[in-house]
């Protein structure tokens, strides 16, 4: 099966039960070995690499050179290259813009023009969860440099970026889902909208629901049910691509507590501009034109030069190592796909007008991964997230990226920035109350039939180990373990594990 070689496995005996505690590197290895070799996993693709931090020993590899679909670890390589090219501190700025600068009563003659380069903090979960806030910075910049009326329109300049609001490889059946949101220089609160139901009265009656933050962009066609009590509990929520239309159909059961989801907008710099414009009619601040967005394609027909434009105020982005750890911790793939971009915007690659910023940011992936030892051809991604279908990586390539940043300027901040075992993040309900509990700092994984976790773990002998574990067409069977269980377990072992290697 290509285990590590070198290292004789010890098997215990038909039907004899493994020792409760792991004291040899042996013992470590034919559990591992019993482990992945189970019936269940006949189907499926294992791929495994385990390495001490310590001494630089392979305590474990299987099929570590295969290319498997790494999922949203990918998101480990995204995080360290934006902590490596950007730097912990760096701040993303959205400018105001505009051609002249306002008169003493407050009058702007012309438009504003809203410049975005892809801050992804203007959203309630850098504000507690309050949607207000998201753009106070913005409207707080307008109104310090005495502006309260607009006689032109509202522009929202989304040109930073160059390309599709997708990422490559994304699936239109995730468009809808808060996990898909579009792609936008100007983005705010994630891009969704977070809905809240609740049954109606009585069965046969509407569900009600509520809106976060309550907008007019999207247009709702309730068709919910309420159910009989103990009925069904499920809402489907559908937005047809290109629409701001959303069906909601499905059925809670009368008496039932909430129901929560979220649903993606379409046309983000449109939202974002809808959004600042309610900001600003909160401080007394009109409009006297329209709203109206311009991407990179509009200004290929129509340059701007933005040198001869005046800066009214701006907005600064939370510094670049909390970006990263609210990407890392939650998982969250819109984020993750903006840090590719600014990279990518930022890095010298786009003399070529053909290029896109996601490709800018791949070709700079690529330079980093050299540096960091990583060979090349073991990292095929197609966008920062992992969300793309198509992405490949090899056990090999993620653990010797851990290997790098642990030893890198910032790694402290990268290894802050990782879910912790039945803490926080996408781990806090995983590995709860086990040997692996605080111990061990990872990043999860997951797409159809692919789970994956790669991090860094304390084992119970003190010595540091770094892991990837990628599990690949895996069905899980009628009655079995989630599959993420089955990579957990795996952790568990190594936080368990008393010998040394």
Not at 47 to 71: M, N, R, Y
Not at 91 to 102: K, M
Not at 150 to 170: C, K, Q
Not at 428 to 440: D, F
């Amino acid at each position: 099966m290509g285990f590590l070689a070198g290292h004789a496995i010890a098997q215990p005996p038909s039907g004899a039960t493994p020792k409760p505690e792991l004291q040899t590197l042996a013992a470590l290895q034919a559990r591992i070995v019993d482990h992945i070799s189970a019936p269940r996993f006949a189907a499926a693709a294992w791929g495994l690499k385990i390495v001490s931090l310590d001494t630089g020993k392979a305590l474990f590899e299987h099929q570590a050179h295969k290319l498997l679909k790494p999922a949203s670890v990918a998101k480990l390589y995204t995080g360290a290259l934006a902590l490596d090219r950007l730097g912990p501190e760096f701040r993303i700025r959205t400018s105001l813009y505009s051609a002249t600068r306002p008169s003493k009563s407050g009058a702007l003659a012309g438009d504003l023009m809203v410049y975005g380069r892809g801050d992804p903090s203007f959203a309630a979960r850098f504000n507690e969860g309050d949607y207000a806030p998201s753009l106070e910075p913005l409207a707080q910049a307008l109104a310090a440099a005495g502006v309260q009326r607009i006689s032109g329109d509202l522009v929202g300049d989304e040109t930073f970026f160059r390309g599709p609001p997708l990422g490559s490889g994304w699936m239109w059946e995730d468009l809808q889902c808060y996990y898909g949101a579009e792609v936008s220089a100007l983005t705010v609160d994630d891009n969704v909208v977070d809905l809240t139901f609740s049954p109606g009265p009585r069965p046969g009656a509407p569900c009600s629901f509520t809106a976060g933050p309550a907008t007019p962009f999207l247009q709702f066609i309730n068709r919910t049910q309420t159910g009989p009590p103990g009925g069904a509990r499920q809402i489907h929520l559908y937005r047809p691509i290109g629409e701001n239309t959303v069906y909601l159909t499905g059925s809670l059961p009368l008496g039932d507590t909430n129901y929560v989801d979220a649903v993606t907008v379409h046309q983000p710099a449109m939202w974002f501009l809808a959004r600042f414009k309610e900001a600003l009619a909160r401080r007394g601040i009109t409009i006297g034109g329209r709203m109206r967005a311009v991407n990179w394609l509009d200004r290929e027909s129509k340059a701007v030069e933005y040198s001869k434009l005046i800066e009214l105020g701006h907005a600064e982005s939370r510094p670049m190592k909390e970006l990263v750890q609210r990407m890392m911790k939650s998982s969250q793939n819109l984020y993750a796909q903006l840090l590719l971009l600014q990279v990518g915007a930022r890095s010298g690659w786009l003399t070529n007008d053909t290029l896109t910023t996601e490709a800018a940011g791949l070709a700079e992936l690529d330079r980093f991964l050299g540096e960091a030892g990583v060979r090349k051809s073991e990292v095929l991604l197609e966008e920062g997230s992992g969300l793309s279908r198509g992405a490949l990586v090899t056990p090999d390539s993620t653990l010797a990226l851990l290997q790098y940043m642990h030893r890198h300027r910032h790694s402290a901040v990268f290894l802050d920035s990782l879910p912790t075992a039945g803490v926080d993040g996408s781990l806090r309900n995983r590995m709860k109350g086990t040997l692996a509990t605080g111990k061990a700092r990872a990043k999860p994984g997951s797409l159809r039939h692919v789970n994956t976790l790669s991090g860094y773990v304390t084992t119970a002998a003190g010595e540091r180990l770094a892991f990837a574990l990628m599990l690949n067409n895996y069905k899980v069977p009628e009655g079995g373990s989630p599959a993420r269980t089955e990579l957990d377990d795996l952790v568990v072992l190594l936080a368990g594990f008393k010998g040394r290697s």
